[in-house]
């Protein structure tokens, strides 16, 4: 999906004069804060780590035509191309705490004189003043002339711009007069500077504590508006009307909607095609944080233009200047950071302008503070429109054919494409073979000079359509709004990824349009389940971008299974394994903190009996404001339980009587240890012989078993040889159960007949070889454990 207002093309517009394009490249190089250095001759910024700048404000850079460094300067001392103190480069009357210290204006016509206006700070009595370089001079590094410190205004405020006048040579360099209401404009021609001041006493005054001097000036690029910003007490903007023949400011309008005395507004840029205004504003009550505010300077009247104003970002720490580079972006200063913001298309109203608050690295032990160096700002027209496009789109670029260009040739940094990646045409077409950064390289004749302009254009994908799971958020308290962090919802790889940015909609008309966007996604409120719209976007502001659609849900609470009662089997070696039971959603939706140290895990081992309790949170609801506003807890009582000790079987008759100790809960069953199992230990009616009983703890920690002997004998035997009852035997003992067991036989009178072994067939009816007559004969069974037992039967014959 494309914005559909770059859907198919890709504009350049260089509506210029020969002068505009014969000063391109002369911003190419930035030196500012503490070391920090840029080369924009690449078509993008690269930092440069060889910068000798030390200052807190104001610094000031010159380049060639060429894109070649010349000197640079923090308004009191100049350093050469080579980093070196430029000879007779020191003592110049700026301050490096200045807002503007400096600025660089090369004399017109001249190829090796330029000047630099210093600004004192604080209204200081060094005002405003220029010296002269020679760069014909110390073997081409440039030295200061005899022309040094000449006083133009004895006493300035810290602001200072330049842009160039209407005849395309001649530029004007502008400041304001302190305890005044006068705007000073000097014409820098071939023959010089003209000392003498055009005066345009219009505005407010400019007075009042020294720090009311503070506060940075800039023309538009179209030479045809002029920002003034006030800080502190003052705390406005104001914006006149520039007219580049005569440099007379008009027609002032005022901005005041800033929320802080301190420092309150203070640096500020018009877009490249000076339609819009950013002006940051540093308010240090307590903790330091800024914004940028954007306004529409053709919405109307001066109540018009506030109200068009976009917080385009508000973020800890001091942001600065605002500076656009040749590349048609604007960057932004961030006190005391190793990098710097950039507006990535400050042409388009609102958030689309894409500002990156880290975008640019100035290297490990370079710093940024509040000041980046200005240029005469007629030099950024050249960049006034230019906006990227998705790949697979005929890109198209176009000169305004009312210019004086004589001939143009493109390079498009496109070699895969063969042929196709160079034309001459005025208004070339292009289609780009592969997603990504190409530099575009364009060469013109312009009065028989030759001039080059470098370009990035970033060719994107659409950004991919997310699969976002609802965002579910839990309302313990039941009140009727609850609070979101819709940040939360888009994927990490999404919010690390720099060449992406993320917004949020509560329509999708308004993202597709990119209009009415939720302010505080960290903060988004609502009373039911709802629909969010989050736009993704290229951060270059190419156009490219995917709806994609968010669901929140609400809930109360976490639904869960609030208790359960498991046991604990104490047998040594045994333990159990506690779950935060079923959950309604996915477990990769929760987070768990059990009472266990350290356990968040939705399953723990313990084996010791107790009480566990399990904190679980939707991951969605966890943020800073209310950490436990989705969670509920969950508590497990762990009770001992063991294997079953049998102590003895006690039999009576047919009886039995399972004898055990433990701390489970049995059941019992007889001869089968698959069941059926029974409460009772007692059995009854069982039949002779041997048994096996088993004792099965509920709770599933194991199963004891043993066997037992049900004592019965024949009433009678008749042992004539008919192979039927011929030995007479008791059961419930045999050679493997009981096998110790001793039976005695008497006869009915008491004497002792014989005495068998339960491994044995049993006694055959004789004694001493003879049998024994038909009677009733008696018998004792004296079992292993030393129970006995006797009864009587009947010998027959």
């Known amino acids: 999906m494309k914005h559909f207002i770059y859907s198919f093309f890709l504009a350049l517009i260089l509506s210029l004069t020969s002068a505009n394009l014969s000063a391109q490249n002369e911003s190419a190089f930035w030196f500012f804060g503490q070391g920090a250095g840029l080369n924009f001759n690449t078509g993008y910024p690269v930092p440069e780590l060889n910068g000798e700048l030390n200052t807190e404000e104001g610094c000031a850079t010159i380049s060639s035509k060429l894109g070649e460094l010349l000197f640079y300067t923090d308004g009191v001392t100049v350093w050469n191309k080579n980093h070196q103190v430029m000879n007779n480069g020191t003592g110049l009357t700026g301050d490096a705490s200045s807002t503007q210290s400096a600025i660089i204006i090369p004399k017109p016509n001249s190829a090796s004189i330029y000047y ?29 002339t005899s022309t040094k410190n000449v006083m133009l205004i004895s006493s300035s405020t810290e602001k200072i711009t330049a842009v160039e006048s209407a005849d395309g040579e001649s530029v004007w360099v502008i400041g304001h007069k302190w305890n005044s209401n006068e705007f000073v404009s000097y014409l820098v021609g071939a023959t010089g500077v003209n000392t003498t001041p055009i005066i345009s006493a219009i505005g407010s005054f400019h007075q ?42 008009t027609n002032p309008l005022i901005i005041d909607n800033f929320t802080s005395d301190d420092l309150g507004p203070y640096g ?35 109540l018009q233009i506030i109200d068009s104003d976009t917080i385009i970002i508000e973020e800890e720490g001091l942001l600065g200047a605002v500076q ?87 390079d498009f940094g496109d070699p895969a494409s063969g042929v196709n990646n160079f034309s001459n045409s005025m208004n070339p077409s292009h289609v780009f073979t592969a997603p990504g950064n190409y530099n575009v390289t364009i060469t013109f004749e312009v009065e028989g000079e030759t001039q080059i302009l470098y370009r990035m254009l970033s060719i994107d994908n659409e950004p991919p359509v997310l699969d976002l799971p609802p965002l579910v958020i839990c309302n313990p308290d039941d009140s009727s709004t609850t609070s979101f962090n819709l940040i939360n919802a888009i994927p990490t790889s999404i919010q690390n990824n720099p060449d992406l940015n993320f917004s949020f909609f509560t329509t999708e008309n308004d993202a597709i349009t990119t209009t009415n966007p939720i302010l505080n996604p960290l903060t988004f409120t609502t009373t039911s389940n709802t629909t969010i719209f989050v736009k993704l976007d290229t951060a270059n502001g190419n156009g490219c971008y995917s709806i994609n659609e968010l669901d929140i849900l609400l809930l109360d609470r976490p639904d869960i299974e609030e208790f359960e009662a498991v046991f604990f089997c104490d047998n040594g070696n045994t333990s159990v394994i506690l779950d935060v039971g079923n959950l309604p959603l996915p477990m990769s939706n929760y987070s768990f903190i059990w009472s266990v140290a350290g356990e968040t895990s939705s399953q723990i ?7 566990y309790t399990v904190t679980i949170t939707q991951n969605a609801s966890i943020t800073t404001e209310n950490p436990d506003g989705c969670s509920a807890i969950r508590t497990v009582v762990v009770s ?34 698959n069941g059926g199992y029974q409460n009772s230990n007692y059995f009854s009616n069982i039949s002779p012989g041997i048994h096996t009983v088993y004792v ?84 004792f069974v004296t079992l292993e454990d030393g129970r006995r037992f006797k009864n009587h039967f009947t010998l027959k014959r």
Request: net charge negative; aromatic share 12%.
């Open 324 to 410: 656009q580079a040749i590349d048609g972006k604007i960057y932004v200063a961030k006190s005391g950071s190793n990098s710097i913001g950039v507006i990535n298309s400050p042409n388009i109203l609102g958030l689309e302008c894409n500002y990156s608050p880290e975008s640019v690295n100035l290297g490990q032990n370079n710093i940024s503070s509040l000041g980046l160096p200005p240029f005469i700002q007629s030099y950024f027209f050249a960049t006034n429109v230019f906006n990227n496009t998705c790949f697979g789109d005929t890109t198209q670029f176009s000169i305004d054919t009312a210019s004086t260009i004589t001939s143009i040739s493109w």
């Open 116 to 144: 630099i206006f210093t600004v004192d700070g604080r209204a200081g009595s060094d005002g405003l003043r220029f010296s002269e370089v020679d760069m014909t001079l110390d073997n081409d590094l440039g030295a200061i």
């Open 268 to 302: 500020c840029e018009f877009s490249p095609d000076s339609r819009i205004l950013y002006v940051t504003e540093i308010i240090r009550d307590g903790d330091n944080f800024s914004k940028i505010h954007q306004y529409d300077l053709t919405a109307g009247s001066a």
């Open 696 to 779: 099965r703890d509920k709770n599933n920690c194991g199963r004891a078993e043993i066997s037992f002997s049900i004592i019965d004998f024949p009433p009678y035997f008749t042992p004539n040889g008919d192979g039927v009852n011929d030995f007479w035997q008791v059961y419930g003992v045999s050679a493997t159960e009981e096998p110790n067991t001793v039976i005695h036989i008497f006869n009915r009178f008491g004497k002792f007949i014989t005495e068998i072994k339960p491994s044995s067939r049993g006694w055959d009816g004789t004694y001493n070889g003879k049998p024994m007559p038909t009677s009733d004969y008696w018998f």
């Open 605 to 611: 081992t313990v084996d010791m009996a107790g009480t």
């Open 640 to 673: 001992a339980s063991s294997l079953a000790t049998i102590n003895a079987v006690e039999t009576t008759g047919t009886n039995a009587l399972i004898i055990i100790s433990g701390l489970g809960d049995y059941e019992f069953s007889l001869d089968n240890p």
């Open 208 to 249: 009042g504590v020294l720090n009311n001097s503070i506060g940075y000036l800039k023309a538009s690029p179209n030479k045809e508006k002029i920002a003034s910003v006030k800080s502190y007490t003052n705390g406005i903007v104001e914006i006149f009307d520039f007219n580049p023949t005569t440099g007379v400011l």
